[in-house]
């Protein structure tokens, strides 16, 4: 019987040797971290359970974030060289993006412009208001690049909601999931955004794990997370599988 006093777990207590694939640590390019400075807090914060190694995946968004390889290359290589000044040698990152699907995204995907993780993957993601109008066409020319979609934070897709059905069609059509971990919080999104994360895991329709922290007060969210024991054994294979892949 479901108790309202189960002991829960604290999520971060879980997550060591996690390589996070969804972070926006790279400063002074979207609307994550502004500084180097704050970078290098966020990073030690989560060294302070065990989180070491990152793929960072500023935006790019038409009109929003214009951000290309080179912005993202130049951002990375002054945190990469603030790592070595701040001795934090134990530290790994490596740059990709997360790409808006939007009316801009096919150009750059056919002038060889998008940043994959690990050269095959590549990370989008759509709009919060409504989905976009292009996806299905834009994931067929993902997969004629050879690469593999996976979307970020699938769980938050509010008008997907009532309609289940369509994340079983996208995942059928060969797109993966990858869950943000703050997520599993509603102090993050709100109820409605952890009771989905929870299906989703439960259904078996999550592949990867993310954290997608912004800031550090999201970071202080992880930390304070508590999951119950019966969604942590459903996790933790995902995080495995995460860490398998991404290393």
């Known amino acids: 019987m479901f108790s309202f006093f189960e002991k829960k777990v604290y999520l971060a207590d879980y997550l060591h040797g996690l390589v996070d694939i969804h972070n926006h640590i790279l400063p002074g390019i979207d609307d994550g971290a502004k500084t ?9 914060g989560f060294g302070e359970f065990g989180v070491t190694n990152f793929i960072c995946t500023p935006h790019i ?13 130049q951002s990375y290589e002054k945190l990469k060289n603030k790592l070595v000044g701040e001795n934090l040698l134990n530290v790994n990152i490596d740059c990709a993006a997360e790409h808006m699907i939007d009316d801009n995204f096919e150009d750059l995907l056919e002038k060889g412009e998008v940043m994959p993780l690990k050269k095959e993957y ?12 292009n996806f299905e066409m834009a994931v067929g020319k993902i997969a004629k690049n050879q690469l593999f ?6 769980e938050r897709y509010m008008y997907l909601h009532p309609k289940y059905g369509k994340y079983e069609h996208m995942k059928s059509s060969g ?11 509603p102090d993050s999104y709100g109820d409605a955004t952890t009771k989905m994360a929870g299906k989703l895991i439960d259904d078996e329709l999550i592949n990867f794990v993310g954290t997608d922290i912004h800031n550090i ?10 999951i119950s024991k019966k969604l942590l054994k459903r996790l933790l294979p995902i995080i495995e599988h995460t860490i398998y892949t991404f290393y």
Request: glycine share 0%.
């Open 122 to 133: 590549i990370l989008i993601e759509m709009s919060y208001l409504q989905p976009s109008l």
């Open 61 to 73: 968004m038409h009109n929003y974030y214009d951000n290309t390889p080179k912005t993202i290359e």
């Open 149 to 154: 979609p996976i979307l970020a934070h699938p």
């Open 36 to 44: 180097v400075e704050q970078s290098i807090e966020l990073l030690k």
């Open 217 to 226: 007060r999201q970071l202080a969210v992880l930390k304070e997370t508590r």
């Open 175 to 185: 797109i993966q999931f990858q869950l943000n971990l703050l997520s599993l919080s």
